[in-house]
Every structure is written in structure tokens, then in C-alpha cells.
């Protein structure tokens, strides 16, 4: 499945679907993940706030936390409010790179390479070429994880 704009085309079904949100696409998605037999993993916000709370006292020292948008806005937020350090707009020395799953690691391997950065994130999964420093669930390679910001009433 994939994102085309104003539309959600999936390939399985040779069909388009039109979409009022990408709210809506992320749900689309997650249902269909579930209807093709991929396992998901339901992440609560409970989860988040324990991996925010483990994130700060892991890295007491970071001046600022950056967060990828869209899964890394949530937590970024938090971290900050929990930490009392700045929300940055793009990562910094010293900062901390926190985001909601590392799955493929690219995203957060580009990030780390630069000088001086922490990585952490709420779920991570082996089969990533990248190892963020800190996380709190270890996801199945084979699940699809759903994070509580991704859904919800559409009403």
C-alpha cells in the first residue's frame, strides 16, 4: 500500500480508496496490515510516558530533544515538558534524537552520525542496521506496531 495524494491505492486489491485525512490513510493501513495476517503490536500511551520517563533520567545531560516528525513529535514533546530542555526544530550537539520506532534504521543512523547525539526510541526492531542507545520495547520483526497517536475516533 501506498500514499498518493488524496488517495490510498492498494496494490492487493487493485483498487483506489479516496481519503478524507492521512489519519484516515494510517488507518486504512493498519487495517489492512491486519486483514492481510500481519501481527500487531499495540503500543499505549502508558508505554510512552514509561519511555519518556526512562529517557530522561537515562540522559540527564542532553540540552535539547529533536524529534522526526511525525512518530518523534509526540515524544519529543513530552521529553521536553518531563526535562525541562528546549523542543529543537532539527537536531543539535548535545541533543537528544528521540523517535517512536527504529525498524529499518535508516532514518536514525543518518541522525547518529553526526557528532554528539543520543538516540532513543520507543520500540526497536533487531532486523535495524541501526542501534538507537536507549529503548523500551523490542519489537517482533514480523509485527506491525501501532502507536496510540495513529489512532482513534475519526468522528
Request: charged share 20%; aromatic share 8%.
Amino acid at each position: 500500500m501506498y500514499l498518493q495524494l488524496g488517495r490510498v491505492k492498494v496494490e492487493e486489491a487493485k483498487t483506489e480508496v479516496p481519503i478524507c485525512s492521512l489519519h484516515e490513510a494510517i488507518v486504512l493501513q493498519t487495517c489492512t496490515m491486519q486483514c492481510m495476517g500481519t501481527p500487531l503490536l499495540h503500543i499505549t500511551w502508558d508505554d510512552a510516558e514509561t519511555f519518556v520517563k526512562k529517557a530522561a533520567a537515562a540522559f540527564p545531560e542532553v540540552i535539547g530533544v529533536y524529534g522526526p516528525a511525525r512518530g518523534g513529535l509526540p515524544l519529543a514533546v513530552m521529553f521536553s515538558h518531563l526535562a525541562g530542555v528546549p523542543l529543537l526544530e532539527a537536531p543539535c550537539p548535545g541533543c537528544l534524537v528521540i523517535d517512536d520506532i527504529c525498524d529499518t534504521g535508516r532514518t536514525l543512523y543518518a541522525q547518529s552520525q553526526k557528532a554528539d547525539r543520543r538516540v532513543a526510541t520507543l520500540a526497536y526492531k533487531r532486523q535495524a542496521s541501526f542501534e538507537p542507545d536507549l529503548w523500551l520495547i523490542e519489537a517482533p520483526d514480523n509485527e506491525w506496531v501501532v502507536f496510540p497517536w495513529e489512532l482513534g475516533d475519526l468522528d
